[in-house]
């Protein structure tokens, strides 16, 4: 079993920057990727951004140029660094991880962009 413990969550002022941070431990074997997917009220899940254990990134639209996602191998760490935030970036930020057995979803952090 995978554990993806995520930290880094919380509210900020729109302009404002956090840094989400989610831990695999467990049977990991090994990591293929990882990233971050969020969904907010209303709307369907969608990816934020990805990226390979060989350092390649997926990332949405809406987040380029604000959001830098890395991985620390060596720590089965991803981060994402959130800048610039918008209103619109509310919702619950889900971790994701894809190793050769299948994938495994964070619990979920939310992160409040408001005044």
């Known amino acids: 079993q995978v554990q993806l413990v995520e930290s880094g969550g919380g509210l900020v002022q729109p302009g404002g920057s956090l840094r989400v941070s989610c831990a695999a431990s467990?049977?990991?074997?090994?990591?293929?990727?990882m990233g971050w997917y969020r969904q907010a009220p209303g709307k369907e899940r969608e990816l934020v951004a990805l990226?390979?254990?060989?350092?390649?990134?997926t990332s949405a639209d809406s987040v380029k140029g604000r959001f830098t996602i890395s991985m620390d191998n060596a720590k089965n760490t991803v981060y994402l660094q959130m800048n610039s935030l918008k209103p619109e970036d509310t919702a619950v930020y889900y971790c994701?991880?894809?190793?050769?057995?299948?994938?495994?979803w964070g619990q979920g952090t939310q992160v409040t962009v408001s005044s």
């Open positions: 990226i390979t254990r060989g350092g390649v990134v």
């Open positions: 994701y991880l894809r190793n050769p057995r299948g994938t495994k």
């Open positions: 467990g049977s990991i074997v090994s990591i293929n990727a």
